[in-house]
Structures are given as structure tokens and as C-alpha cells.
């Protein structure tokens, strides 16, 4: 059983930064691959990053480009997420999945989500 954990979260003013974590509990797949999303109120929830777990391939939206970074300690077993340069409409939930295989911006393709942790920027 795969379990998520996500850590980092918090109240920051446009400008900072944050890093959030992911704690990885339970996986098995040697073909694996994480991914973060955001959730806001009154929005669909939308991809921000993902990476496959042996670190060979990235993916961000366009909006996190140059902003966020994906990251992973294998050693760990933790995901991050570095968001820099945070801007007031980066305010949601953010959450953590994972799926085995490749990396994909389609949360409907992951199979385990953490909790999600609340990440909110004020102007």
C-alpha cells in the first residue's frame, strides 16, 4: 500500500518561497513516476510538476517554469516541490501523486494522492 505525506505548507507573501515535501511510503514499482498538482476553490485541479522517481525526465506548466522546481532524494523516498517567486494566484492545496510508469500532467493517470497541504500567498 503506497502512502503519501505531504509537509511544507504554509502562509508566505508574494515574492518567497516554499518548499514542499512528499514522504513516500510503501512503493514497490521500480518503474515510477510522482507528480504535484494544485487544487483552488471554484477550480478544476491542475498540474504543476512531474518527474519520473529515477529523475531522467521533468515536466512543468508553464505557469511553474523557471519558477518550481520537482526534486526527489532517493535515499528518502522524498518528492519536493521548490516554489520561488510565489505569486497570489499559486494560493491552493497542493498534493502529491504517484503512478507507476511514465510521468503524465492527467491526474485521472495517478493512482495514490497524499492529503494535500495548503499553500497560501498574500499580495
Known amino acids: 500500500q503506497v502512502q503519501l505525506v505531504e509537509s511544507g505548507g504554509g502562509l508566505v507573501q508574494a515574492g518567497g518561497s516554499l518548499r514542499l515535501s512528499c514522504a513516500v511510503s510503501g512503493r514497490t514499482f521500480s518503474d515510477y513516476s510522482m507528480g504535484w498538482f494544485r487544487h483552488a476553490p471554484g477550480k478544476e485541479r491542475e498540474f504543476v510538476a512531474s518527474?519520473?522517481?529515477?529523475?531522467?525526465?521533468?515536466y512543468y506548466t508553464n505557469s511553474g517554469k523557471g519558477r518550481f522546481t520537482i526534486s526527489r532524494d532517493s535515499a528518502k523516498n522524498t518528492l519536493y516541490l521548490q516554489m520561488n517567486s510565489l505569486k497570489p494566484e499559486d494560493t491552493a492545496a497542493y498534493y502529491c501523486a504517484g503512478r507507476g510508469g511514465y510521468p503524465s500532467p492527467n491526474p485521472s493517470d495517478y493512482a495514490h494522492w497524499g492529503q494535500g497541504t495548503q499553500v497560501t500567498v498574500s499580495s
Open positions: 518527474m519520473h522517481w529515477s529523475g531522467t525526465s521533468t
